[in-house]
């Protein structure tokens, strides 16, 4: 299948600082990936739509001034978590479609993102 | 709202036992259902897509079917094994007034399997 490779996987930071997470498709282009949070024993919430070449379309109540998103090519998507507070500590994931390949989503391995 | 509900929470069985984790949807116009595996700490792995006109799907030991028309799909796993236990996510992929189409999720049913 297709892989989607995510990094960092943890990273730890200091309250105010920001933190840039990378979302990769290694074998394949996509045009749309996906930004997932994470909270504890929680279900995955969608934070935004990043689509490459334009701005990446949140969901309702997500900053997105906080979460700032870019996809500059269509292999790469970063979610920059800026001014981090320790309420911003959670797990993020990413998601892509392949581009020729139907509505299947693959996901990248997460990141784990603790604000101190 | 699209809602996807998991039930049972959690569930622990014997090794080799028969199961059936269920997932429902509270809007019946999806596109596609996925199931995904997730383990502690990590991404997911998808299991099987149910295409919205498809009635089931199968993987090895894994069978997923859909019911559209009742908002319903189940995931059924035989002859269970350890290396089965993990957190088992349900997601249905919806239009959205965003950003086209996304997936939404349900809280997953955490299995143990025991040896």
């Known amino acids: 299948g297709a892989v989607v490779s995510q990094h960092p996987s943890r990273v730890i930071c200091k309250s105010g600082t920001s933190v840039k997470i990378e979302c990769r498709s290694l074998?394949?282009?996509?045009?749309?990936m996906f930004w997932y949070r994470q909270f504890p024993k929680k279900s995955l919430m969608l934070m935004a739509t990043s689509n490459e070449g334009s701005k990446a379309t949140y969901e309702q109540g997500v900053e997105k001034d906080k979460f700032l998103i870019n996809h500059a090519s269509l292999t790469l998507s970063t979610l920059t978590v800026t001014s981090a507070h320790p309420e911003d500590s959670s797990f993020y994931i990413c998601?892509?479609?392949?581009?020729?390949?139907?509505?299947?989503?693959?996901f990248g391995q997460g990141t784990r993102l603790t604000v101190v | 709202k699209q809602e996807v509900t998991q039930i049972p929470a959690a569930l622990s069985v014997p090794e080799g036992e028969n199961l059936v984790l269920n997932c429902s949807f509270t809007?019946?116009?999806?596109?596609?259902l996925q199931w995904f595996r997730q383990d502690p700490g990590k991404g997911l792995t998808s299991l099987l897509l149910?295409?919205?006109?498809?009635r089931e799907q199968t993987s090895g030991r894994l069978n997923a079917s859909l019911d559209k028309s009742s908002g319903r799909s189940t995931l059924y796993i035989a002859a269970s094994q350890p290396g089965d236990s993990a957190t088992y996510l349900c997601?249905?992929?919806?239009?959205?007034?965003?950003?086209?189409?996304?997936?939404?999720f349900g809280k997953g049913t955490t299995l143990s399997v025991s040896s």
């Open positions: 809007d019946s116009a999806i596109y596609n």
């Open positions: 997601a249905v992929w919806k239009l959205t007034n965003q950003a086209g189409t996304a997936l939404i």
């Open positions: 149910i295409q919205s006109s498809q």
């Open positions: 074998d394949f282009q996509a045009t749309t």
């Open positions: 998601s892509a479609r392949d581009n020729g390949g139907g509505t299947e989503a693959f």
